[in-house]
């Protein structure tokens, strides 16, 4: 049986007193996302160490050795 591919869209907000931009790198870098959840293990695409735009297709590794995949639509 085939399984459709989830789909999910996601709205963050957030106040303080943190820089705006330095929070969005964080947030769209993924060599930076473990630094700031500590589920993520690790996360593996072609260029880790850019923003992730249109296309950008990884995995992102968590506890007991969970893979997720993604791709950015």
């Given at each position: 049986m085939a399984?459709?591919?989830l789909t999910t869209t996601l709205t963050v907000r957030a106040r303080?007193?943190?820089d705006p931009s330095g929070v969005w790198r964080r947030y769209t870098v993924p060599a930076l996302w473990a630094s700031?959840?500590?589920q993520i293990r690790d996360v593996e695409t072609e260029r880790p160490a850019d923003p992730v735009a249109q296309g950008t297709v990884g995995t992102v590794r968590g506890p007991g050795g969970v893979r997720v995949p993604f791709c950015v639509t």
């Amino acid at each position: 049986m085939a399984v459709a591919p989830l789909t999910t869209t996601l709205t963050v907000r957030a106040r303080g007193h943190a820089d705006p931009s330095g929070v969005w790198r964080r947030y769209t870098v993924p060599a930076l996302w473990a630094s700031w959840s500590v589920q993520i293990r690790d996360v593996e695409t072609e260029r880790p160490a850019d923003p992730v735009a249109q296309g950008t297709v990884g995995t992102v590794r968590g506890p007991g050795g969970v893979r997720v995949p993604f791709c950015v639509t």
